[in-house]
């Protein structure tokens, strides 16, 4: 909780501190395609993508009609499913049984944006780097605690994404984004198994 309110009050002073330098500010959100990658080093595993959400602010920095910086905060849940033949008391099979498990994070990114701005819309591509702070998790029959319990506080990756704005009003705005965050570092690491983190995110929001 104490990393958490430190991110904010970072994030918070970072606003105060570039004011004059704010284009403009928004709320972004939607569902996260995530699939942790379990690489165990004598077992084979198959984990399955865990659609969760994403939820986050973000600021626009610059005055450039093209180039511009964006600065954002999410929370974000990152995981995948682990499916497991299940028997009953008898011994008889009843199928897959699907165990849906999900790290927690509070993120923070900072994003070149090129934008094409046509007369009511603005196609663009943004880039850049992003760093991943556990705050929890959660795992269906606790089978994996014994690993998220030992994952890493950070995590540092990338965001590359293309999204779309349609200006409603002056330079208001809605936008859609299709990204995709790769993670460079391993979420969890020892001999016999190492974890990473990838999700794609499928984003709407409001620009002000």
Do not use: W
């Not at 595993?45 to 994403?54: E, G, I, W, Y």
């Not at 319990?149 to 984004?177: H, M, N, V, W």
């Amino acid at each position: 909780m104490k990393k958490i309110v430190l991110l904010i009050l970072l994030f918070i002073g970072f606003i105060f501190l570039n004011a004059r330098f704010i284009n403009s500010f928004g709320v972004k959100g939607g569902l996260v395609v995530s699939n942790q990658d379990f690489d165990y080093k004598y077992v084979n595993s198959d984990m399955q993508n865990l659609t969760r959400f994403d939820i986050g602010l973000f600021l626009e920095l610059l005055r450039n009609s093209n180039l511009n910086i964006l600065a954002e905060f999410h929370y974000v849940q990152k995981g995948m499913i682990y499916e497991i033949n299940n028997y009953d008391d008898n011994g008889n099979y009843l199928g897959m049984l699907e165990l849906k498990n999900h790290a927690e994070y509070i993120t923070l990114q900072i994003f070149g944006k090129f934008a094409y701005n046509l007369k009511k819309s603005s196609p663009y591509i943004i880039m850049g780097p992003r760093i991943d702070f556990l705050t929890g998790y959660y795992c269906e029959n606790n089978l994996f605690d014994s690993v998220y319990e030992d994952f890493k506080s950070f995590d540092f990756g990338a965001t590359f994404g293309i999204g779309f704005e349609f200006r409603y009003y002056k330079s208001q705005a809605f936008l859609f984004e299709m990204r995709f965050s790769p993670s460079f570092t391993n979420s969890y690491e020892t001999e016999s198994l190492t974890v990473k983190n990838n999700s794609f995110e499928f984003l709407t929001g409001i620009k002000f």
